[in-house]
């Protein structure tokens, strides 16, 4: 199975490379801001929840994304591997991930991190704002802020999984068909 973390700050272009990536791998694409946005959508109280954070650039409980992931792994069935996407952005949220996977005989093939500075960032997601019709793309504040959280919570998982010898770091900026050859170039120096 091929099991990619796909990493980077909001605005890295993960969305994006995951949707031609699942294509040309076959893969499951996992994003945890789209579970929530759909559990915002659905009205159901774990959205509630959520959103009030996530309105804030704050990022929810470890324990409901972890729990997200975990039933999404257990309904794909036979598959060829997944995507994750904004998944994991803690350090506990990725040792939960090592061990669910672990506990179902799979693994972390790799992470693949988007790299682009943080000016590119908010000119992205405001850009993306004016479109998108997410709350959070909208304000530069609530911006800085998720940029904030990743900064403090997210980026240390560089180093989580530089331990394993599994980060590969990638140019986040240019075409987005030139960050796709970048891309699987990393994976099929992989796989092959
Ligand atoms: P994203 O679509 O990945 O940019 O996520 C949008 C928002 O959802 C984030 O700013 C967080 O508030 C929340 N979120 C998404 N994924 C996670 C996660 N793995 N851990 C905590 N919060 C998350």
């Known amino acids: 199975m091929l099991n990619i973390v796909l990493f980077g700050p909001p605005g890295a272009g993960k969305g994006t490379q995951s949707e031609l ?3 040309k791998y076959n893969l499951v694409h996992l994003s945890t801001g789209e579970l929530l946005r759909s559990e915002i959508a659905d009205g159901t109280e774990l959205g509630k929840k959520a959103k009030t954070l996530m309105d804030q650039g704050l990022l929810v409980p470890d324990e409901v994304v972890v729990s997200m992931i975990e039933s999404r792994i257990d309904k794909s069935g036979n598959v060829e591997g997944f995507i994750f996407d904004g998944f994991p952005r803690t350090e ?3 040792e939960a991930l090592d061990e669910l996977l672990a ?3 799979l693994s972390i ?3 693949l991190a988007l790299e682009v500075d943080n000016e590119e960032l908010v000119k992205r997601l405001l850009n993306r ?3 998108s019709g997410r ?3 909208k304000n530069e504040e609530v911006i800085r802020s998720r940029i904030r959280e ?3 919570k997210t980026s240390v998982l560089v180093e989580y999984y530089k331990k394993q010898s599994k980060y590969f770091p990638v140019d986040g ?3 987005i068909e030139q960050i796709f050859s970048n891309l699987s170039s990393q994976i099929d120096a992989m796989v092959n």
């Open 109 to 111: 093939t790799c992470m």
């Open 135 to 137: 709350a959070d793309d």
């Open 21 to 23: 990536l699942i294509k």
């Open 150 to 152: 990743y900064e403090d």
């Open 129 to 131: 704002g004016k479109e």
């Open 173 to 175: 900026i240019g075409s």
């Open 103 to 105: 506990s179902r005989g």
């Open 92 to 94: 506990a949220q990725a």
